[in-house]
């Protein structure tokens, strides 16, 4: 078989919730790529990975720095053309590599940069969707995230505050995600439009340390790094 | 074990999509809900799900008719009541039931009015994720949903033009679920923003009869019922 990129979505933290698709890729790997852990500890994407991995799999770790996209767009965009360059190798020795990423490939990311760079070459690119972490959200707290003629909006906190004004705007459902980096703003936006009540907050979801609240004080305080918000203008929360 | 309620998305299409947890889900599961299939065929959440149940599962098709939530939202409610009766009864009779759904549960599907009725009720109940249709979407064709700091709109082609337009301004991604509904409207709108070569539509993706199409006049002629819209504003889509 000719060397494959196969970028895959492993899900939002349950082992069980990766697909039968990348499950059997797993099996057939040459080559296991997952962004370099922080702190010691592996990273996220491989931890769910791991029950079901091969015991002889060979993993590469790439370095993927935490910095801001607007500010080091450069710095970044290096970094992805060397990681790209060392996969195209791989490729080139026909080998069969995998890149997992947290969710889906293609909500928010980097395997979505490398894929970019590396379509420009002649080489055999297959991603493989998985369940989002928004989903997964909706499901643990049995909560609709859209229904009938109504719609999803999903932003990130880190965006201009006139294009998350527009979106609050434009949606009966909202995911917000990196909640983190402005809260407290959020918690004003949403008093301002009489959407107090109309809010979960959820964070460290499916680990030990899951919390969910509907308290608008708690949104206005220290929340953890890992929480989504999600916001339903319409919808009896209890 | 007590009987409990297993929402389960099957995913987009391919059936080793589905997830490893629902896998298991259905090696033990007492019964499988499906809905009604049209014209003679299984539905195709039943089809994705079919060569991983076991031989003798028990199959219970459900009536969900499928007409306008807007305009006959009582004829609705009375089916989704009816059918929430029967699966509470099988609840009650300690039995493990699980609920088909094409996609994820909780993105525009019947299981999740189902869901309601019987949260109402002190039963167990656990949705389960599933790759969702506009995830695979992006997967086919390898251009990302959303990267970095933008954002993406999910809007039903069904919803009232004042808040599909709304939605248009808001994000740089826009994907636009049953777009068959009206894509003439779309294509004039899409060249009225200068969007016109900013889109890719997909019509029965993962099938034999898969179109991917990037010309606005296809856009304007007739499309396939099964047929979703990407747009992005600032994405060579080459």
Known sequence: MAGTLYGVGVGPGDPDLITLKTYKLFQKADVIITPTGKMGKPSVAY???????????????????MISLSEERDVLEKKWEENAAII?????????????TLGDPMVFSTYSYIMEYLLEHDIKIETVSGVTSFCNLAAQINIPLT???????????TQPEEEIRSILDAHQNIIVMKISANSVWMAEELEARGLDQSFVLVSNIGTEDQKITKNIEDLKGKIPYLSTLLIKKNYPLG
Chains 1, 2 share one sequence.
């Open 147 to 157: 229904q009938g003629e109504e719609s999803l909006g999903i932003v990130s906190m």
């Open 47 to 65: 931890r769910i990975a791991k029950p079901h991995l091969p015991e002889n799999s060979q993993l590469l770790e790439m370095d993927f720095p």
């Open 88 to 100: 195209h190798q791989l490729i080139e020795e026909d080998k069969i590599v995998v890149f997992l």
